[in-house]
């Protein structure tokens, strides 16, 4: 007898795919290569900018608390030159509409589009965002209409909920943000975050610590807009599009 998935199997599941697909768009070329003829002076700036300009008028110390896992001085620099350029919410729906035409683009063809959309919607809308600006700036974000961008542009919201609640859980266990970031993925992962060397010697078991409080955190929220099923539907749906996205 086959056991059905939980919500937190299926929250632990998506953790991959969510993250491939909702953030495969945001350093792509694709996205970043026009970001020079709108006057943005390089690709970072345009991402910290686009990012975070959902989050509207605000210093740069407030993206740094939303992003998470920058250096603060990094983000200061990328974001102050990026807003310079049209402003923090002109830059936010920017990113968010290269987002969806990225997804459109790739999602042709892709049948189970609309479900995912309102599988992935329901999730958006309905769990509670306290504590979390980030994600909630990004789900207040205007929609398309086609099927294949929502979807699409719906991943990158589902990441940004996974994403905010690590930075919460991973405050709760007592780990700076640049040694998550080191016991994620050691120095290259140091440096494009931007924190300054030389690097501490870090150990995984506060970071293990925190991705189990996430997954904990996360199986509620989900738990309270999704049954085990829909759960279960939302990481089938969600892992076909990583194989037919994957690759681009």
Same mark, same amino acid.
């Given at each position: 007898?086959?056991?059905?998935?939980?919500?937190?199997?299926?929250?632990?599941?998506?953790?991959?795919?969510?993250?491939?697909?909702?953030?495969?768009?945001?350093?792509?070329?694709?996205?970043?290569?026009?970001?020079?003829?709108?006057?943005?002076?390089?690709?970072?700036?345009?991402?910290?900018?686009?990012?975070?300009?959902?989050?509207?008028?605000?210093?740069?110390?407030?993206?740094?608390?939303?992003?998470?896992?920058?250096?603060p001085a990094l983000v200061r620099k990328m974001w102050?030159?990026?807003?310079?350029?049209?402003?923090?919410?002109?830059?936010?729906?920017?990113?968010?509409?290269?987002?969806?035409?990225?997804?459109?683009?790739?999602?042709?063809?892709?049948?189970?589009?609309?479900?995912?959309a309102e599988l992935a919607g329901k999730v958006a809308?309905?769990?509670?965002?306290?504590?979390?600006?980030?994600?909630?700036?990004?789900? @207040?974000?205007?929609?398309?209409? !086609?099927?294949? /961008?929502?979807?699409?542009? #719906?991943?990158?919201? $589902? *990441?940004? +909920?996974? %994403?905010?609640?690590?930075?919460?859980?991973?405050?709760?266990?007592?780990?700076?943000?640049?040694?998550?970031?080191?016991?994620?993925?050691?120095?290259?992962?140091?440096?494009?975050?931007?924190?300054?060397?030389?690097?501490?010697?870090?150990?995984?078991?506060?970071?293990?610590?925190?991705?189990?409080?996430?997954?904990?955190?996360?199986?509620?929220?989900? @738990?309270?807009?999704?049954?085990? !099923?829909?759960? /279960?539907?939302?990481?089938? #749906?969600?892992?076909? $599009? *990583?194989? +037919?996205? %994957?690759?681009?």
């Amino acid at each position: 007898m086959t056991t059905k998935p939980s919500v937190i199997d299926s929250v632990r599941a998506l953790t991959e795919p969510i993250g491939d697909v909702g953030g495969m768009w945001m350093l792509h070329p694709e996205v970043l290569g026009p970001c020079r003829d709108a006057g943005y002076p390089n690709g970072y700036a345009y991402y910290i900018a686009g990012r975070g300009g959902v989050l509207g008028d605000v210093d740069a110390d407030v993206v740094t608390s939303a992003f998470g896992f920058f250096d603060p001085a990094l983000v200061r620099k990328m974001w102050e030159s990026g807003i310079a350029v049209e402003g923090a919410r002109a830059a936010g729906a920017r990113y968010a509409a290269a987002c969806a035409q990225f997804g459109r683009t790739r999602l042709q063809g892709f049948g189970a589009a609309g479900r995912l959309a309102e599988l992935a919607g329901k999730v958006a809308d309905g769990v509670d965002c306290t504590g979390l600006a980030l994600f909630a700036a990004w789900r @207040a974000e205007p929609r398309p209409d !086609d099927a294949e /961008a929502r979807a699409f542009l #719906l991943m990158h919201v $589902l *990441r940004e +909920l996974r %994403g905010s609640v690590h930075i919460v859980a991973v405050v709760a266990s007592g780990l700076h943000p640049r040694d998550a970031v080191l016991a994620s993925g050691g120095a290259p992962h140091g440096k494009q975050f931007g924190w300054p060397e030389p690097y501490p010697e870090v150990q995984r078991t506060a970071k293990n610590a925190a991705e189990a409080l996430t997954d904990t955190v996360l199986a509620g929220l989900y @738990a309270a807009v999704l049954d085990a !099923d829909e759960a /279960a539907e939302l990481v089938s #749906l969600v892992t076909s $599009l *990583r194989a +037919l996205v %994957g690759g681009h």
